[in-house]
């Protein structure tokens, strides 16, 4: 495939809609392979508002991550092989989103191929993709629309010559259709049949017309995923169910305090002594031992007996770190409040909330004297595969990363915390290893949406808003996987975090818009203290900065006399949010009538190429908050979500509806119930008893999600709700209460829910009584 | 190294481990049984759900010892065994999982073997009880989904429930 040179559109239909033109590669082989790179990039939106755009109007991350992946994707390749299926391995991680299916649809639209017949892998890391290796930011289907259907495109075009030769008729009179290719007198050709014929005996570019939208009977149905037989039968592969020769499973004991490091350990032989141990070693982030079984390595980190030193935050505690936020925080501009011009003014705290997803961080590693193999779910597999190289001391290609499907990631795995590990514990054990990390060690060490802060000034004026400023300040977001490839993320890692923070700026100011027109618009973004083990966290910045503007958007009507509902109608900036928010309301019945204690909350959101509206219904009335449910946390309920997003094209209504589905229930976490505590130098929650996410007795009886029709090209959705579920139950939240909340989750500063698991040993010993419990 | 033996989705094993290791690792790291997944080892996720003798349990919390060699452990893999072929669906799956795929209930799927475990041996409660699933009872439910599938979950275990 090294021959294969870059494409680009035929400059005459750049931007163009209506005829659809594109270039392309049949690459030379035994069988068809073509291939595409190109991206339409939409024009940016006309801004015909008061409101100067914002940097976010205009160029989002969508884009600039698109705009990265331009140089190189011409190497994506779609295969045809004999059996008539097609393949394309993805250069993307499947963690839940289910971009595999939609991309299994966008391949069986453009080929003309039921949608059984075209196989999705995840590509391995190959570093020759430099850019577009990430997966992050809902980018994936804005950025692969195109490039996949092209190269589709141009595989159906072969098949089609092949089957003009064979069946004796033009191409312009034979239909593709399920596979099939069929000539008028009724004779007919399988893919399977023409794979081979259809060959290019050297690499060629092609143009080729894309199917006309109208026509798309695969691409907007509502379609179940592709791997769900796999996933309901037990079948479905992670990292932890692989078997690789000799790779036993491997764990680590940790410090008790937050990146504490090892120094030695006092028992290594009694240790090595226990039943079924293999190895006991020393690591960078502890001490990593392997047995026959999980279990075994449980039992033998909670006897080992390890010297730490201690981490950088030991002995500190939530209030430290805020207040190290705050002192970073940057001087906001005055604005007036007098009799002509109020300012309404709130300061809001968000506290650390764990991305932790079910699958915990785990990889397999076979890491020889001159060569290296991982597996582990990775968003990030070229950077992944460099950093790995570079730690062991072998050259890039002789390390190879195999991207495996995860248990989810809610931006877990744009790091690769357990394959660095593994490679670390495989090389200096000399054996293979399975590396798992213990639930525990997930919820304390693993990473987490940083804690921060959100100041917002909004003056308004005879019935105008003139001036809407929010500052946000918090703890870094760490962005050294850069994106995806070594050389961006050693630009994130500069000297004094000033590189991070770069990354920080510009993926705030690509991400983030106040939707309404209110007058001067200003939004700014510091970070501080890179001591915690941060990521971003599904959605990034945007629930805390969207909770903080629709929370003082709701004071704003208040002190106006105007609704809700029609405050922001008036003030929105953006026909397809008006357009979401009405259907909303409509389906929500906002403004029904609810007993006291119950109330409805609006939040919108503008991010990933698409919008969204969120209405709930929360009961906050004492029988509801105060209900007991034995190791859970129940609070204020929301009964009722009502969710519509206008994403753009939906290549997949039913899972666009599935991911809607995910939003609203984090939002609900992340607003109510779920968020780590630093205590004295560690975050105290070790587990799901501990760390309360979203369980069935908070989640809403009365779900409604609608995906809106669309004629804008297709954007992200696995983020996308979360932003304006959150700001909707804190909106709700604060109209039952009669109170604006300022902190988040609200019950971060009540008595803790738990009692604080252990620190030496640092993971909890597994029951005994299970079978006390059966029903 | 004591033996241990017991019946696994229709079939007796014996397995020679310590009596003191949990089944979950049994099943997945010596069996190479991989439907129940590891969440959390301490009995709060729920995503190993198995059954034991048709009653749901979690293997993470039974050391293998406590094992008779006649009880029957039924995981993910083995339920469709659990139902005659008559009442299997067009997947020739238990109607619980077929409720799930029509429902389109997975996204990562990690959570889903254990959820499905456990959605068959509530319903099979309430039958017992001769009454029918009610939102008490799919608020009751301890099984983490951190994809947030709860929605669908509720649907697929009334789809289910009829169908079973």
């Known amino acids: 495939m090294s021959d294969v040179r870059p494409t680009r559109h035929d400059a005459e239909d750049r931007g163009s809609f209506g005829r659809r033109r594109f270039l392309g590669y049949l690459v030379g082989g035994a069988t068809v392979v073509a291939a595409a790179e190109l991206t339409m990039l939409t024009p940016p939106a006309a801004a015909a508002v008061p409101s100067v755009p914002q940097v976010a109007d205009l160029y989002d991350l969508n884009e600039l991550l698109t705009d990265a992946a331009l140089p190189t994707s011409q190497l994506i390749t779609v295969t045809i092989h004999e059996d008539g299926s097609a393949s394309f391995a993805l250069p993307r991680a499947e963690v839940g989103q289910g971009i595999t299916t939609a991309v299994a649809m966008i391949i069986a639209e453009e080929l003309e191929i039921g949608l059984e017949k075209v196989r999705v892998t995840l590509a391995p890391a190959r570093p020759e993709l430099v850019w577009n290796q990430i997966t992050g930011g809902s980018n994936t289907i804005h950025a692969m629309y195109y490039p996949i259907r092209v190269a589709a495109a141009i595989a159906k075009g072969a098949l089609l010559e092949a089957a003009a030769v064979l069946l004796g008729y033009g191409v312009d009179r034979l239909t593709a259709y399920q596979g099939l290719i069929s000539a008028p007198d009724g004779s007919t050709a399988s893919y399977g049949d023409l794979a081979a014929l259809a060959a290019s005996p050297s690499t060629r570019q092609v143009a080729v017309d894309l199917k006309d939208d109208r026509s798309f009977g695969v691409i907007g149905r509502p379609t179940n995923r592709i791997d769900a037989l796999a996933a309901v039968t037990g079948t479905k592969v992670y990292a932890t169910d692989l078997t690789v020769e000799g790779a036993l499973p491997t764990m680590v004991c940790r410090a008790p305090t937050l990146n504490g490091r090892p120094v030695s350990v006092r028992n290594t032989a009694h240790v090595k002594a226990m039943p079924g141990v293999t190895h006991v070693a020393l690591i960078s982030t502890g001490v990593a031992v392997r047995a026959r079984t999980f279990g075994q390595c449980i039992d033998a980190i909670r006897a080992l007996d390890v010297v730490w030193q201690d981490g950088p935050v030991a002995g500190l505690s939530d209030a430290d770190i805020l207040a190290g936020v705050k002192a970073a925080e940057l001087p906001m501009p005055a604005l007036p409040d007098n009799l002509l011009a109020k300012t309404i003014s709130a300061d809001f705290t968000f506290y650390f909330r764990s991305n932790s997803a079910m699958d915990t961080n785990s990889a397999i590693a076979d890491v020889r004297s001159d060569r290296a193999e991982i597996w582990s779910s990775l968003k990030n597999p070229i950077w992944t595969q460099q950093r790995i190289a570079q730690s062991l001391g072998l050259p890039q290609d002789k390390v190879k990363v195999n991207v495996v499907e995860g248990g989810g990631s809610f931006g877990r795995r744009l790091f690769s915390d357990g394959a660095f590990e593994a490679a670390e514990a495989s090389q200096v054990m000399g054996v293979p290893v399975k590396l798992m990390w213990h639930r525990a060690d997930d919820a304390r060490v693993g990473r987490a949406h940083p804690m921060c802060t959100s100041r917002v000034r909004a003056m308004h004026s005879l019935g105008q808003v003139l001036a809407f400023q929010q500052s946000h300040t918090s703890v870094e977001t760490d962005y050294r996987h850069g994106v995806g490839e070594m050389l961006t993320a050693t630009a994130a890692d500069l000297p004094l975090g000033l590189g991070n923070l770069g990354f920080a700026q510009t993926i705030f100011n690509t991400t983030q818009v106040i939707p309404y027109d209110f007058g001067v618009l200003l939004q700014t973004i510091m970070e501080t203290d890179s001591r915690f083990n941060t990521a971003s966290m599904r959605n990034i910045y945007s629930p805390d900065v969207r909770t903080a503007n629709e929370l003082v958007v709701d004071q704003l009507a208040k002190a106006m006399r105007k609704d809700p509902l029609a405050f922001r109608l008036e003030f929105l900036r953006n026909a397809r949010l008006k357009r979401v928010l009405q259907e909303a309301a409509r389906r929500a019945e906002w403004g029904k009538s609810m007993p006291a204690g119950m109330a409805q909350g609006i939040g919108v959101h503008v991010e990933y190429k698409g919008v969204s509206a969120c209405i709930v219904e929360i009961d906050a009335r004492p029988e509801t908050v105060n209900r007991r449910v034995w190791n859970g946390v129940t609070g204020p309920r929301v009964t009722r979500a009502t969710m519509v997003m206008d994403p753009g094209l939906a290549i997949n209504p039913r899972g666009v509806e599935a991911q809607m589905q995910g939003c609203i229930n984090d939002a609900i976490a992340m607003t109510l119930t779920s968020s780590l505590h630093l205590r004295d130098g560690h975050f105290l929650e070790a587990s799901w008893d501990n760390y309360f996410y979203t369980r069935q007795w908070n989640t809403p009886p009365q779900v409604e999600t609608v995906v809106m029709p669309s004629d804008e090209r297709p954007g992200g959705v696995g983020e996308a709700g979360v932003a304006s579920a959150c700001a909707a139950v804190a909106c709700a939240y604060a109209r039952a209460t009669g109170t604006m909340p300022t902190e988040f989750p609200i019950n971060h500063n009540r008595p803790l829910g738990f009692e604080p698991k252990s620190f030496i040993p640092p993971v909890p010993q597994s029951p005994t009584d299970g079978l006390d419990f059966t029903y | ?164």
């Open chain 2, 1 to 164: 190294m004591p033996e241990q033996t017991f019946i696994v989705n229709g079939a007796r094993v014996t397995v020679d481990v310590e009596d003191d290791v949990r089944l979950l690792w049994v099943l997945r790291d010596i069996l190479a049984i991989n439907g129940p997944k590891y969440g959390c080892g301490i009995n709060v996720c729920k995503a190993c759900t198995s059954h034991i003798n048709g009653k749901a349990f979690n293997p993470c919390a039974v050391p293998v010892g406590a094992l008779k060699a006649d009880d029957e452990v039924t995981t993910i893999e083995g339920l469709p065994g659990q139902v005659p072929d008559r009442q299997r669906g067009e997947h020739g799956l238990h109607p619980m999982q077929e409720a799930w795929l029509d429902r389109d209930v997975a996204q990562c799927g990690y959570c889903q073997p254990g959820q499905i475990m456990a959605a068959v041996a509530l319903v099979n409660k309430v039958k017992r009880e001769g009454r029918s699933i009610t939102d008490a009872d799919l608020d009751a439910i301890r099984n983490i989904c951190r994809c947030g599938t709860y929605t669908r979950i509720r649907e697929a275990i009334r789809d289910g429930e009829q169908r079973m």
